[in-house]
């Protein structure tokens, strides 16, 4: 992968960090990557995907079950994304991995504040446009964003990283 670092001169949220990344890519699609998660997926088999789709943003998607730390993301059959529910406790369900494979000029075609959330302001508010696609990927996921998993992730990943 080749790969171009943009540091935020003030934070700018997710979308706006996101979108200056974007200025910085010569492509027509982009791939992020949320930095308090590691989930060992296919970017390949996950850029063809979004390529067929003609997907606005394509999301690596984790089959979970008994939480409620995340929201739950649903799909119809032909795998687009119809739906992000808060935060609840679910038996099962499939939850957002933090890896997208973005087509850039997307986030260009509405007029973002220089702050805002891409969570929010993009993928929910694409929800069922048809634009939003899922692959689900059951392997290795770990979101390092509460210490305890911070933890548990010094004794799993040790040696690996």
């Known amino acids: 992968l080749s790969y171009k670092y943009t540091i935020e001169k003030e934070p700018l949220g997710t979308g706006g960090a996101i979108r200056l990344a974007c200025h910085a890519v010569k492509g027509e699609h982009t791939l992020i990557i949320n930095g308090d998660t590691l989930f060992d997926i296919d970017i390949q088999q996950l ?87 899922g692959m689900t990927f059951d392997n290795y996921f770990i979101d390092i964003g509460i210490p305890e998993d911070y933890e548990r992730a010094q004794t799993e990943l040790k040696g690996i990283l």
């Open 47 to 133: 850029s063809i995907f979004h390529e067929q789709k003609k997907s606005a943003c394509s999301i690596a998607l984790k089959p979970m079950k008994e939480f409620s730390r995340y929201g739950a993301v649903e799909m119809d059959q032909d795998d687009r994304i119809t739906a992000f529910n808060e935060k609840k406790f679910c038996s099962k369900g499939l939850i957002n991995g933090g890896v997208y494979a973005l087509k850039k000029d997307s986030l260009a075609e509405k007029d973002f504040p220089p702050v805002f959330s891409f969570e929010k302001e993009f993928l929910e508010k694409n929800t069922g446009s048809g634009r939003l696609f």
